[in-house]
DNA sequence: CGTGAACGATGACAAAAGTCTATGTTTTAC
DNA sequence: GTAAAACATAGACTTTTGTCATCGTTCACG
């Protein structure tokens, strides 16, 4: 499973890194059932996680205690609050699996050690913190200028496995959308 | 007007910034009009822009050529289109000024030169980018879990200034909400 | 297995948001 | 200073989205 780590840096730093197996070494494995809680508002966000399979899910609560995702992440990609994570500050937003994963987490200090340590290794958070801050402008452009209806349309385009492989509850949320909104909607395509 | 520039940095640098001048002299001054196109989508973003006095707003265009805003910038921010900058590829999006601006800009060229040579300048970097992303989170929350009438509360409450600084038409969009719809609503409040 | 909980679809209705038109006001540009 | 353009508000109406209740179906788990 590490080889899916192994093969991700790789691919975006190239061979010059001699350090690999040396920071491969500070991600722990995790594997995990599905609805497992990664991180909960309030603590302090202690690991960055990349996911070599499975799916998770960033969500805060509405003031009706309605669940709001903020965002969904699939295999071969890091997830974390990176806010909290960075800073030291309680997180405000939640992680759970949606799915049962294959995770390979590095916590703040070797995060930290590694970013001095190995120069490459700060590129690399580079990487994650603007792959992140891209999605999030895609996101809000997609909120401020689409309806439900275009924004289902928009899903199913551009991230067509996630419609068959999350539920329709988790989907509608992703989308700021009422569960039978969302339902009444897809069947009118 | 440097002074502003110069504070801004100090402030997230300390004082062990021997090169503090030379990294301001990388700086172009720019004082502009009202409503004055700094990005066109589709152009490469050349520069990262310093607001010294003034305030920018960047947005995109929906299907029916309706600006939408998907964030405004006032005064001792930095705005850009990060990832256009970043990486050379055309921009999606779109920067104007909606007042008039006295700016400090850096090119692409002079801001690799001063990452590479002026360590802390590095830092400046992700601060901007982590800023710029926390930014974007919050906003992503806010349009998954707030109503229109929230959403106006919401920027009553953090955001007052530009209340009363900008224009219904553009804060209406900013907030992903029709303009007349705007209207009705703070009349209600 | 079987059973209780979660899920998905649907109809009827309510509420929120959008559209259009009209009118008066403010701003801008010459 | 003045005319044109942009802006703000309001009423009437439409469309979209949300809510609630119902009813099969599926799925997790003992």
């Known amino acids: 499973m590490i080889e899916v780590l192994r093969n991700h840096i790789m691919k975006r730093l190239g061979n010059d890194l001699d350090n690999l197996d040396k920071v491969l070494s500070n991600f722990k494995h995790i594997t995990t059932k599905r609805n ?14 990349f996911i070599a399979k499975g799916c998770l899910q960033v969500y805060v609560y509405d003031k009706d205690f309605n669940e709001t995702t903020r965002d969904i992440v699939i295999e071969d ?8 994570f960075g ?12 799915e049962p994963c294959e995770l390979f987490a590095i916590d703040r200090q070797n995060f930290q050690i590694m970013m001095k340590t190995v120069p490459q290794f700060d590129k690399v958070y580079k990487q994650i913190l603007e792959a992140s801050y891209a999605n999030s402008v895609y996101r809000i452009n997609t909120f401020v200028s689409l309806s439900a209806l275009d924004r289902i349309k928009w899903l199913m385009e551009y991230r067509p496995t996630l419609m068959t492989r999350l539920s ?18 897809k069947s009118k395509l």
Do not use: H, M
């Open 36 to 49: 497992v809680q990664l991180l909960q508002e309030g603590e302090i966000c202690k690991y960055v996680y």
């Open 77 to 84: 990609n890091w997830c974390s609050e990176l806010l909290s």
């Open 87 to 98: 800073s030291g500050n309680p997180a405000t937003e939640n992680i759970r699996t949606v």
């Open 168 to 185: 329709s509850k988790l989907l509608a949320s992703y989308l700021g959308i009422n569960k039978d909104v969302f339902s009444r909607l």
